[in-house]
């Protein structure tokens, strides 16, 4: 299968910093990313949609201005979370689509002291 | 609202025992159905993949069941091992509107004990 990965794994940042999140497709190209966020014993909900060489497309509710993505190449998008708070402390997974199946990364836990 | 319902939420079962844990969905129509295994603190891993027109699929000791008529499908997981342990999650795909409509389930917390 497809291999999707993600870095860092964890990461703990002071509230005001930004954090970028880097979101990988190893073995294969991907002009469409997905990036969710789950918090404890809640469902993955989908943040944006992450597209090579165009903007982002995100889902209500969701700040754009807040949540920057860049797609840049068909192999990597990032998710930076600017300005973090406690309240984005969370579980942010991304995923890539290859032949009409949906790989996931393993996730990067973000904490926000 | 498409919704995806998942139990139990969780489940405590001994090592070498089988299980069945259950989805009910009201995405209509609907394309495709999967199951995940998320262990804790990673990404989902895909189990099985039914189209509408399917009834079971299997994947070693893993096997979906899907109803359409009733909107319900089940994994059944044999002769359980300790690696089981994780989170199982049902993702129901919708006919129209593409990955970005895709609904997840909360998932059931499988614990195998020895």
Known sequence: GAVVSQHPSWVICKSGTSVKIECRSLDFQATTMFWYRQFPKQSLMLMATSNEGSKATYEQGVEKDKFLINHASLTLSTLTVTSAHPEDSSFYICSAILRDEQYFGPGTRLTVT | ?114
């Open chain 2, 1 to 114: 609202k498409n919704q995806v319902e998942q139990s139990p939420q969780s489940l405590i079962i001994l090592e070498g025992k089988n299980c069945t844990l259950q989805c009910n969905y009201t995405v209509s129509p609907f394309s495709n159905l999967r199951w995940y295994k998320q262990d804790t603190g990673r990404g989902p891993v895909s189990l099985t993949i039914m189209t509408f027109s399917e009834n079971t699929k299997s994947n070693g000791r893993y096997t979906a069941t899907l109803d359409a008529d009733t909107k319900q499908s089940s994994l059944h997981i044999t002769a359980s091992q300790l690696s089981d342990s994780a989170s199982y999650i049902c993702v129901v795909s919708p006919f129209q509107g593409g990955y970005q409509k895709v609904t997840f389930g909360i998932g059931t917390k499988l614990q195998v004990i020895p």
